[in-house]
Each structure stands twice: as structure tokens, then as C-alpha cells.
């Protein structure tokens, strides 16, 4: 008897729409077989409600992630001094600002070297998180996972330890140096070439502390909204460093026609597809 394909729903929401792809494996490559857009009208439970029930799935289930206001932190972090639970209860103030209780945790541990830990935790602003979650409750929607911006964008990347990913926000450059799949540095500097560069040598000396000699490569979102010299100093600083690369991939059907390789939301919803299928980490 033929063995059934595992398939799942990558899904992306932003503040101007919900965009996800649906995938399974096959010959070591990732098929995406179809992709949908739908505007944002709403607030994100009413949005995400319409967005399952127009793309109710006939089978395998979906992983989100939504741009929610999200804080990052990586810390070392000694299991015989304190459990997970107690090293956050005492250090969550001196590493967020999120006020009182406006927000929600999550945490992993990650080691390196041999018995030395750093604890990477993740804080979201709790309001959005809650009303996602009440989306995705009225609609009984088979939902695996809800990760945080903009982790997924790594899981649609060949290389996922000591990369760097770009996004241009507003006259800036947010950066994230990535190392084991969390995030051990970020850089919001102005987009210009000097800047960047310094920027990037920064980030190369963090990942330094992680046992990887050199920047494996960088990613950047949003050159349409730069100037010719800022298109031309990007270009420069990723013809140093080289771009990385997608993991394979096979767009067929609606998935060809319509996903948006390349652009923000599109790439993390191949990623959230990517972790739902659990081939992350397969072979790289």
C-alpha cells in the first residue's frame, strides 16, 4: 500500500494581509501545490476566522505566525544554578520591556560548547497573541504551531546557523544573526553601505563566540523600498558575504502561480510549512 503524503499549511499575518502555502515532501524537495492572499480588514481574530473558513483544508493542518510585537533574548545559563522557570522569573525585567503583565513568554535551551547553555527566550506582546488564539479556537482550525517573529524566516533557508537576515523598516535596517535557529544578535543601524559593514563585522565577532569562524550568508527584505545607492551599497555588502540560499523547493500549481517567493511573508509562510512537515534540519 502507498504511503499517504504528510501535508501542511504554512501561514503568514501581517497588518496589510494573511498569505499561506500548502506543501508535503517529496524526493528530499519541498512541494508547495498551493498558495492564498487574502487582505486584512479587521481586527486579527475576526480576519484570521474568515481566512480558515474561506481556506478550510481538506486535509494535513496549519502553522502561523503573525507580526506581533516580539523581544529576543539569548543569555548564559548555568541548569545547576537554576531550572529554566527560575533563571526567567528573576531575569525577565533586566531583559524586556514589555510593561507588567502585557506579555508572554516562551523559552529553549540551546549548548555550546559541551555543557555550557544559553537560554534564548522569546516575550510577544500578549494581547495579539490572544487574539490570534481566539481565531484560531472559534474556528476549531487544526493549528500545530504558533511561532514569533520573524523566527520562521529561517526554516525556508539552506543555512540556518550563522546567517543574517534583513529587513528594511522605515530609514532602517533591522538585523538578526541567527545561530542554531535563535536569534543570539540584532542590529537596527541606518541603510547606508559604512553602516551596514560595521554593522555586519559586529554580528561576525557574536557569532564568533558561537564557534563559527564567518557569517554563512544574508538574506535582505525589501530592496524595492530603497534608492538606487542604497539597492547598490546592499549589493555590495551581500556580494561580500553571499546570499542564502532556499532549501528545495517545487512550486506546482496554484503554489507557482501565486506564491511570492522572495518577499517577507510569503518566505516565512514557506518556513512555517517547512517546521509543520518537521523538515527542518533534514540533510543541512
Known amino acids: 500500500m502507498k504511503?499517504?503524503?504528510?501535508?501542511?499549511?504554512?501561514?503568514?499575518?501581517?497588518?496589510?494581509?494573511?498569505?499561506?502555502?500548502?506543501?508535503?515532501?517529496?524526493?528530499?524537495?519541498?512541494?508547495?501545490?498551493?498558495?492564498?492572499?487574502?487582505?486584512?480588514?479587521?481586527?486579527?481574530?475576526?480576519?484570521?476566522?474568515?481566512?480558515?473558513?474561506?481556506?478550510?483544508?481538506?486535509?494535513?493542518?496549519?502553522?502561523?505566525v503573525a507580526n506581533i510585537d516580539t523581544q529576543m533574548h539569548v543569555a548564559p545559563y548555568d541548569p545547576h544554578d537554576f531550572d529554566m522557570k527560575e533563571f526567567i522569573k528573576w531575569n525577565v525585567e533586566d531583559y524586556f520591556t514589555f510593561d507588567g503583565d502585557s506579555f508572554q513568554m516562551d523559552a529553549c535551551r540551546r549548548e555550546y560548547p559541551r555543557h555550557n547553555y544559553h537560554m534564548f527566550m522569546v516575550a510577544v506582546e500578549r494581547h495579539s497573541l490572544e487574539l490570534l488564539k481566539q481565531g484560531i479556537r472559534d474556528t476549531y482550525a487544526p493549528v500545530d504551531v504558533i511561532d514569533f517573529w520573524p523566527i520562521p524566516i529561517c526554516y525556508s533557508l539552506m543555512r540556518r546557523s550563522?546567517?543574517?537576515?534583513?529587513?528594511?523598516?522605515?530609514?532602517?535596517?533591522?538585523?538578526?544573526?541567527?545561530?542554531?535557529?535563535?536569534?543570539?544578535?540584532?542590529?537596527?543601524?541606518?541603510?547606508?553601505?559604512?553602516?551596514?559593514?560595521?554593522?555586519?563585522?559586529?554580528?561576525?565577532?557574536?557569532?564568533?563566540?558561537?564557534?563559527?569562524?564567518?557569517?554563512?550568508?544574508?538574506?535582505?527584505?525589501?530592496?524595492?523600498?530603497?534608492?538606487?545607492?542604497?539597492?547598490?551599497?546592499?549589493?555590495?555588502?551581500?556580494?561580500?558575504?553571499?546570499?542564502t540560499e532556499y532549501i528545495p523547493l517545487l512550486f506546482l500549481g496554484r503554489g507557482r502561480n501565486r506564491c511570492k517567493q522572495g518577499q517577507l511573508d510569503w518566505d516565512m509562510a514557506i518556513g512555517m510549512a517547512a517546521r509543520g512537515l518537521k523538515w527542518i534540519g533534514l540533510g543541512w
Not at 6 to 30: F, L, P, Q, S, Y
Request: proline share 1%; glycine share 6%.
Open 3 to 64: 504511503r499517504k503524503k504528510k501535508i501542511h499549511t504554512g501561514v503568514c499575518i501581517t497588518d496589510e494581509r494573511i498569505v499561506c502555502v500548502t506543501a508535503h515532501v517529496e524526493n528530499k524537495t519541498m512541494v508547495i501545490t498551493d498558495a492564498l492572499e487574502m487582505k486584512r480588514s479587521a481586527s486579527i481574530d475576526e480576519d484570521v476566522r474568515k481566512f480558515i473558513e474561506m481556506y478550510d483544508l481538506d486535509d494535513g493542518a496549519y502553522s502561523m
Open 162 to 243: 550563522g546567517t543574517v537576515t534583513g529587513v528594511v523598516e522605515k530609514d532602517n535596517l533591522h538585523l538578526w544573526l541567527w545561530w542554531n535557529d535563535i536569534c543570539i544578535q540584532e542590529r537596527i543601524v541606518p541603510i547606508s553601505g559604512s553602516d551596514v559593514s560595521e554593522a555586519m563585522e559586529v554580528l561576525e565577532a557574536r557569532l564568533q563566540e558561537f564557534g563559527v569562524d564567518e557569517i554563512q550568508g544574508i538574506k535582505l527584505y525589501g530592496f524595492d523600498r530603497l534608492t538606487e545607492e542604497e539597492q547598490k551599497d546592499m549589493e555590495a555588502i551581500i556580494s561580500i558575504y553571499g546570499e
